[in-house]
């Protein structure tokens, strides 16, 4: 009896220990649950986070109007700062080198800010040349009308050529010529031309530099072998110039002139805007009523603004960013003009979808290939080691760039810690997609403080990619696919993943968000949503999204999720539903250190002693 009931009572014990482990499983579990559920929904995005919020300047878009504004002085204070500063210059080189576009739209901007500072008196510069035979004669300026006799103003070109520049002298038999060029008809005032101009023509520079530190108008033959037929004397000439270009032709331009460089004033049009307040809405919102009188066209109405708004932030890249780019600016008007009578929303709205169909051929077939099983990409179930990161594509000549998911897998097998990065092999990695690689790499090394060398290898791979891929933008995908195969844990494929990381776990914003989330939602789309899918991007991001309006509608519907995190270990259980690392329970790091932990026991075990001979070669 005592020895059945000390069974009994074993036996009691024993069914206890399971139903108290049961529920200590149930306990954590439930615990995991929650948490993951916490981070699900702490780090969800809501529908009105995925476009910049207008709604707050409504009333200012019915409101807004051109009367008693200096638009060009509250969008260019620094343009208007640096041509003040030129026109006071007594001393030195008179040169502002602006960091600007050189077509004729901003070179109209530009000249009409100078024409501010032009003095009101009606000076007469240069002179008058007479022509008698083979007597060539300088007169003081008496006359504007005359062709070497100028008043000053503001003159502008985006391309010219030598005899347009500089004039030329022609001969019709015995008969002696003086043609002006466009230095002759800028004397006393300001000319603007394009770096790219001077840069393609140096001896114009070299020539015009002179011009210009002389005070004087020089005439010379074009043809070094037969001189001017007439002595031609010197014109009187003062000029200030203002160079435009964009920042390579700028430094293009120190290289081919440091002096003058180092002499010159420096300043900016400002491509954008950044929104601090209403006025800053308001001056944006006149500057484009601006574009719209120039080409012609009714002010918009007051539904127009948001979906305007929603484009420019798509081309800036930042919700409190605008575009000041007036040719930008103007092809949108001009384009919604083509599809109603007014500009309102609705006309808006069919230019860009009709830009965005001529424009989408390639996407769209890119597309198919993805949807035909040509490049496999899941979206739906679980798999080990295989996650669906998010690139951005550009082909030279195509006018947008398009988002589409990339498949990243990672295999992992016993060895002496290497982390093979196929793409670098193959020679199709950029250097900072390496630099991406080796960072994740460090944290995770990090993070497992191990105090030997990690007994696993691992190889990284883009799938069915041919081309080179560069940007750290993937590294967090690759981290997270990294760990699933090291946990044998499997990654959900309804979700895909965005976003850089540094060596302290931390997730980094990266660019094309837009493209990237439309990218990915197509392709479930088109398969059918499941109300489970997905992107994750990093929480700094958030300010940079202006997705489309179906993204936003399936969003809003629960169809599909867009989380934003701030560090890695928020990614992992939104992929695995397991913590990176848990004090109690499972964890992902902890399953880690126990698979590397049973690999160097096994490998630390003992051999059989008829295979212990081989430890004989090992040793020799």
């Given at each position: 009896m005592q020895q059945g009931k000390t069974c009994c009572g074993h036996h009691s014990s024993g069914r206890k220990c399971a139903v108290l482990n049961r529920v200590e499983s149930c306990i954590i579990a439930l615990f995991l649950n929650q948490t993951n559920a916490n981070i699900l929904t702490s780090t969800q995005l809501t529908w009105q986070a995925l476009q910049p919020d207008s709604s707050r300047y409504q009333s200012l878009f019915s409101t807004v109007s051109l009367e008693n504004s200096d638009t060009l002085a509250a969008v260019q204070p620094r343009l208007l700062n640096a041509l003040a500063h030129l026109h006071h210059q007594t001393l030195g080189f008179p040169l502002l080198l602006l960091r600007s576009q050189e077509n004729s739209d901003y070179l109209a901007w530009i000249a009409e800010a100078a024409q501010r500072f032009q003095p009101d008196e009606d000076a007469l510069y240069g002179g008058d040349y007479h022509v008698m035979g083979d007597n060539v004669s300088l007169q003081p300026p008496v006359d504007a009308s005359r062709p070497f006799t100028s008043t000053g103003g503001v003159h502008y070109a985006d391309w010219i050529e030598s005899e347009q520049l500089f004039g030329c002298v022609r001969q019709y038999k015995d008969r002696v010529q003086l043609e002006p060029g466009l230095l002759h008809q800028a004397n006393g005032g300001t000319l603007i031309l394009s770096i790219n101009t001077l840069l393609a023509q140096p001896l114009l520079w070299l020539r015009l530099r002179k011009v210009i530190e002389l005070g004087r108008f020089d005439w010379y033959s074009p043809d070094e072998r037969r001189p001017l037929p007439v002595t031609i004397p010197p014109l009187p000439l003062q000029l200030r110039l203002i160079l435009c270009g964009d920042r390579e032709a700028l430094?293009?331009?120190?290289?081919?002139?440091?002096?003058?460089?180092?002499?010159?004033?420096?300043?900016?049009?400002?491509?954008?805007?950044?929104?601090?307040?209403?006025d800053d809405m308001a001056n944006w919102c006149r500057w484009t009523l601006c574009q719209a009188e120039l080409a012609g066209l009714t002010p918009p109405e007051a539904d127009f603004w948001p979906l305007l708004i929603q484009e420019a932030v798509r081309l800036t890249g930042d919700q409190?960013?605008?575009p000041l780019c007036p040719r930008w600016l103007r092809r949108q008007l001009q384009?919604?003009?083509?599809?109603?009578?007014?500009?309102?929303?609705?006309?808006?709205?069919?230019?860009?979808?009709?830009?965005?169909?001529?424009?989408?051929?390639?996407?769209?077939?890119?597309?198919?290939?993805?949807?035909?099983?040509?490049?496999?990409?899941?979206?739906e179930g679980e798999v080990v080691g295989q996650i669906n990161g998010l690139s951005v594509i550009e082909f030279p000549g195509h006018p947008r760039p398009w988002g589409e998911p990339s498949r990243i897998t990672c295999v992992v097998h016993p060895g002496d810690g290497e982390f093979t990065d196929v793409e670098r092999k193959a020679e199709l990695g950029g250097n900072i997609h390496a630099k991406g690689m080796m960072i994740m790499q460090a944290y995770l090394i990090s993070e497992l403080e191990l105090e030997q060398q990690l007994p696993f290898s691992a190889s990284l791979v883009f799938e069915q990619s041919y081309s080179e891929v560069d940007g750290d933008s993937a590294s967090l995908a690759e981290l997270c696919v990294l760990i699933s195969a090291l946990a044998n844990?499997?990654?959900?494929?309804?979700?895909?993943?965005?976003?850089?990381?540094?060596?302290?776990?931390?997730?980094q914003p990266v660019g094309g968000l837009n493209e990237k989330i439309e990218g990915f939602f197509h392709?479930?789309?088109s398969r059918e949503l499941t109300g489970k899918q997905g992107v994750i991007l990093p929480a700094s991001n958030v300010r940079h999204l202006s997705l489309s309006d179906d993204v936003v509608e399936a969003v809003q519907q629960g169809q599909f999720h867009i989380w934003a995190i701030e560090r890695v270990d928020e990614a992992l259980p939104l992929l695995t539903g397991i913590a990176w690392q848990s004090e109690s329970g499972e964890s992902l790091l902890s399953t880690i250190q126990e698979r590397i932990t049973q690999l160097n026991q096994q490998e630390n075990r003992p051999r059989p002693w008829p295979l212990?001979?081989?430890?004989?070669?090992?040793?020799?």
């Open positions: 430094a293009s331009f120190q290289e081919l002139d440091v002096e003058v460089h180092e002499m010159a004033l420096y300043s900016e049009f400002e491509e954008n805007l950044q929104l601090v307040d209403e409190d960013t605008l384009e919604a003009a083509l599809h109603g009578e007014t500009l309102n929303g609705e006309a808006l709205k069919e230019a860009l979808e009709a830009r965005q169909w001529r424009e989408s051929f390639l996407a769209d077939r890119m597309r198919d290939e993805i949807l035909l099983n040509q490049i496999m990409i899941e979206t844990q499997p990654l959900n494929q309804q979700i895909a993943v965005t976003g850089s990381v540094d060596q302290f776990g931390n997730v392709i479930c789309q212990r001979w081989l430890n004989w070669f090992n040793h020799s």
